[in-house]
């Protein structure tokens, strides 16, 4: 077997998207498992930067097949549009496919995520609002609609009349909106159906032969393990499982197919939208990570909210992912401080926690317990080989690993492809 995963272990933004480019050109299959275009990932097409959100990182590897799983909830205006994209820049998109499982996101998704948004107020999630967490609730509600509806339109009339009768309701009672026309839905979706239904397939029996012949399979996800519904600080989450069990959910793949796990972990931490963040630095130094790592939202170009990089937070992941390897990504973004924090712990009402309790009103009260560190000041983007890098850097690494009892397998040390030190192979090709 070879089914590889590839997850982010904090709030999403790790820079998952680089590694999956790097270990994309040696797999056969780039699969998602969850999530929709609620993520982004920035790929240069014809020297152009271009972000996308729905299509996996690793779609321009098209020696590899690249599967949108039944898992994901699918915007199919965004779909062609991230095509078209790829294609404008001499691209072929021959290998990109998706299931006839996943879920259709509907304009009402969309505008419902706003509404809902908007009347929560000050308890708001932050959403992306790309209907992600509508489109879900519709499905565990089991009245969504899924791609291979499309291909009975019979069928595919009757559902939408029903779903948009409440949805309609809803959005003209609740939110005082204004209602969603159904032909003009209906005329949309028929328009759509040609473009789609080439690209649809069931990809359950395809990956698990693949699998059986060997074939090398990489599950990339998207968002990370604390924006996980179970796992995370809910409310404050996506809809969705990005974890190694979301992988087996949402594709339909046995655990026992996942040999390597591969957890992204950002040498501090960033967070988007609202929500807890223990280690958040209100502070010149969170300034000085938010500038110098660049960390404005690739989907919704919000500042994001940064700070030091929590233990506690590394370990849940590497908890409920069963993590085999460690990618620790922007290293050298850390390069001039004096000091640096890493969080080993919580403190919540005089206790203290070493795993991450359930309840976000802890959380939020929760201080961090940090072990100091000393810092560095060479830039390290050029080193190749972990001996050369800085002593302190050194330490700061081995800390993680002895913390999340995983090995680091890749250091990334720059923004670039080939800026980033192998400590062991995850792909052995
Ligand atoms: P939703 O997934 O749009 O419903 O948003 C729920 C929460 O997840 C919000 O806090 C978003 O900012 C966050 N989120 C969703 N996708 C991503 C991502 O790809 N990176 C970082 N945060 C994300």
């Not at 999956?20 to 699969?31: E, F, N, T």
């Not at 501090?268 to 609202?274: D, K, L, P």
């Not at 908890?319 to 973004?333: A, C, H, P, Q, S």
């Amino acid at each position: 077997m070879a089914g590889y995963v590839v997850v982010g272990t904090q709030w999403g933004d790790e820079g998952k998207g680089k590694i999956v480019d790097v270990l994309g050109s040696k797999v056969d299959y780039v699969v998602r498992f969850q999530g929709g275009n609620n993520a982004g990932h920035t790929v240069i097409v014809e020297g152009k930067k271009h972000i996308l959100h729905l299509l996996p990182s690793g779609v321009l590897h098209t020696q590899s097949k690249c599967i949108i799983g039944p898992g994901v909830v699918v915007d199919p205006f965004v779909f062609l549009e991230e095509i078209a994209l790829i294609e404008s820049g001499g691209i072929t998109t021959d290998h990109v496919y998706i299931s006839d499982r996943a879920h259709l996101i509907m304009p009402y998704h969309v505008a419902l995520d706003a509404y809902q948004e908007e009347m929560k107020g000050d308890k708001k999630v932050g959403t992306t609002k790309r209907g992600i967490g509508p489109c879900y609730a519709d499905k565990y509600q089991r009245i969504g609609l899924r791609m291979s509806d499309l291909e009975d339109i019979d069928s595919f009339k009757e559902k939408l009349a029903f779903t948009l009768k409440i949805k309609n309701d809803e959005i003209v009672k609740l939110y005082e909106g204004e209602a969603f026309d159904y032909d003009d839905l209906l005329t949309k979706f028929i328009e759509l159906r040609d473009k789609l239904l080439p690209r649809m397939i069931d990809s359950v029996a395809e990956i698990d032969q693949a699998l059986t012949n060997n074939k090398f399979v990489l599950f990339e996800g998207a968002q990370a393990a604390m924006l996980d519904i179970n796992y995370g600080t809910y409310p404050y989450v996506t809809s969705s499982s990005p974890t190694s069990a979301g992988v087996c959910a949402g594709v339909g793949v046995s655990p026992k197919k996942l040999d390597t796990i591969v957890g992204v972990v950002k040498a501090y931490s960033t967070r988007v939208g609202e929500g807890p963040f223990v280690t958040e630095l209100n502070d010149d130094k969170g300034e000085f990570l938010r500038e110098k790592g660049f960390e404005f939202g690739a989907t919704t170009g919000r500042p994001r909210r940064c700070g030091w990089l929590d233990l506690l937070v590394v370990k849940h992941a590497t908890l409920i992912n069963g993590l085999t390897d460690l990618v620790v990504t922007k290293v050298d973004v850390l390069s001039g401080l004096k000091e640096i924090n890493i969080c080993m712990g919580y403190e919540i009402d005089g206790v203290r926690f070493d795993y991450l309790p359930a309840s976000v009103e802890k959380v939020v009260r929760a201080k961090p317990i940090y072990d100091v560190m000393e810092g560095w000041d060479e830039d390290i983007t050029g080193i190749r080989e972990f001996d050369l890098l800085p002593e302190n850097c050194k330490k700061y690494l081995r800390k993680i690993e002895e913390v999340s009892k995983t090995r680091i397998s890749m250091v990334s040390v720059g923004p670039e492809r080939e800026h980033n030190i192998y400590l062991h192979d995850i792909i052995t090709k």
